[in-house]
Nanobody, 127 residues
Framework: VQLQASGGGLVQAGGSLRLSCAYS????????MGWFRRAPGKEREFVAA????????LLDDSVKGRFTISRDNHKNMMYLRMNSLKPEDTALYYC?????????????????????WGQGTQVTVSS
């Protein structure tokens, strides 16, 4: 499985971006997916996850009300809509796939759950 994240860029605080993650295999349509990010000098952290059908999502508290995760299995795509961006959202954003339809909240936030990772797309939010 190959994942290709795109859509990052430079945006002013308060602005919006939509990240996309394209995946190469229809098998991913049966699996949950997630977004993680790594800010400069910090470890990679959980942002959001979505189940195989897109009917269930989990967002980190830091992005609730601002970010939305979605997917389109017909197009083999996952998205992260980011509104009201803050400088602290600046990070390299990664998409990932776990070979499971869904999991516990604890596991979803854990990098070890995920089997495949994209290369990352940079988001920079200026103040």
């Amino acid at each position: 499985v190959q994942l290709q994240a795109s859509g990052g860029g430079l945006v002013q605080a308060g602005g919006s971006l939509r990240l996309s993650c394209a995946y190469s295999s229809d098998a991913v349509n049966d699996y949950l997916m997630g977004w993680f990010r790594r800010a400069p000098g910090k470890e990679r952290e959980f942002v959001a996850a979505i189940n195989w059908s897109g009917s269930v999502t989990l967002l980190d508290d830091s992005v609730k009300g601002r970010f939305t995760i979605s997917r389109d299995n017909h197009k083999n795509m996952m998205y992260l809509r980011m509104n009201s961006l803050k400088p602290e959202d600046t990070a390299l954003y990664y998409c990932a796939v776990a070979r499971s339809s869904w999991s516990s909240t604890y596991s979803l936030r854990t990098q070890n759950l995920y089997d495949y990772w994209g290369q990352g797309t940079q988001v920079t939010v200026s103040s």
